[in-house]
């Protein structure tokens, strides 16, 4: 059961990563983006997407709180930070610094200790 939901939370975490890949790839085609052209977004099917990720990863997300301790699952959520700076730097080309890297480093050896822990 509790191997189950560890499954849940990782397809939590990834479809929320995919979800904020959708919203920087709308974004980025939007670079003199105001305020005021916030209703043009919901044309914007890459932005509706990325939403539409967000809702169905709460969704899991919810199964997960339902048989994980709060105190596993939410540190564990912090994944989705590693999996982004990896994908930006795949699919944006975006620079990523040897000290970003150590952070990401952090941030594994952190959830991991989480998981440890709740052993």
């Not at 085609?29 to 919901?42: G, I, N, S, V, Y």
């Not at 997300?61 to 540190?75: E, K, N």
């Not at 959520?77 to 890297?101: A, K, N, Q």
Request: with cysteine; charged share 15%.
């Amino acid at each position: 059961m509790v191997a189950n939901a560890y499954f849940l939370l990782l397809v939590a975490i990834v479809i929320g990563v995919i979800g904020q890949l959708l919203l920087k790839y709308g974004m980025s085609r939007r670079p003199d983006f105001r305020l005021r052209d916030f209703a043009e977004l919901a044309r914007d099917l890459h932005i509706i997407g990325g939403f539409c990720c967000y809702a169905i990863a709460t969704v899991f997300y919810l199964q997960v709180l339902a048989r994980l301790d709060l105190s596993v699952a939410y540190p564990s959520v912090s994944l989705g930070y590693v999996f982004v700076v990896i994908m930006s730097r795949v699919l944006f080309e975006e620079p990523v610094t040897v000290v970003r890297w150590m952070a990401v480093a952090i941030i594994c050896i952190g959830v991991a200790l989480v998981g440890i822990g709740s052993g």
